[in-house]
């Protein structure tokens, strides 16, 4: 029995990316350099050699000396407290102090904690601040006021006022 010749697929045929606009070779290499090369560069070099909390904890040689070792430890961390705190419920006997927001010790998010402002000593009420011009010591216009502020060669100094002192 002879095969058909007949087309199977109906008209219009459908194209794919060979046929339609030709094969379609990579005309520029996406990734020029390789990957563990590339590593060495900037800014991967920069990203890849420096952990986030996360993986400085999945890091083989990483030890907390303050995380629980078993269940045991892990309820005993926990801040309940029977005397104050009866019948509370499964999820709250095993509350931490990172669950609560008190003092724990340990660094949980990569954050700048701000300082507080120190206060000064008997809350002392000089201030320090910049001095945003600099100014010429020399000059007489910045002087205190006095009878011995030399302003002119004899040795005068005349006053706004029009008043004058001998120095």
């Known amino acids: 029995m002879a095969q058909s ?38 800014p991967w070099e920069r990203l890849s050699g420096q952990h986030t909390l996360s993986s400085a904890r999945h890091e083989v040689y990483h030890h907390d000396p303050i995380a629980p070792n078993d269940d045991l430890d892990f309820v005993l961390k926990s801040t309940y407290n029977q005397h104050e705190e009866l019948l509370k419920n499964k999820n709250e006997v095993v509350y931490q102090p990172e669950t609560k927001g008190l003092d724990h010790g340990r660094v949980l998010k990569n954050r700048v904690v701000p300082e507080p402002v120190k206060k000064m000593a008997l809350n002392h009420p000089l201030i320090i601040t910049n001095q945003t011009k600099k100014e010429n010591i020399n000059s007489v216009k910045s002087a205190i006021e006095s009878h011995h502020t030399e302003t002119t060669n004899k040795g005068f100094s005349r006053k706004p006022d029009g008043g004058f002192f001998c120095s």
Do not use: K, W
Request: charged letters at 25%.
């Open 5 to 42: 010749s007949r087309d199977p697929y109906p008209f219009p045929q459908r194209q794919n990316d060979d046929d339609f606009m030709g094969r379609l070779e990579p005309g520029t290499i996406c990734y020029p350099v390789p990957t563990h090369l590339a590593q060495r560069q900037q």
